[in-house]
């Protein structure tokens, strides 16, 4: 997946540098950002994210 930015998100009160990413292939531990087009899922810290081109598969 195409790394688009960092960004500062606010997860359990705090503010942590998260990465992102746009559409494709990628294996992430959150905290992440995908912007997919038509929605944006957020990954939370202690989790963990796969993507390809069917979709995001989240796992704890």
């Keep these: ?4 930015d960092t960004r500062r998100a606010r997860f359990d009160g705090d503010w942590l540098d998260t990465a992102v990413l746009g ?3 990628a294996e992430v531990d959150g905290p992440a950002i995908f912007e997919l087009p038509g929605s944006t899922l957020v990954v939370p810290p202690g989790w963990r994210a796969r993507s ?3 979709g995001v598969v989240m796992e704890r």
């Design 52 to 54: 390809d081109a069917d």
């Design 23 to 25: 559409p494709g292939q």
């Design 1 to 4: 997946a195409e790394r688009r």
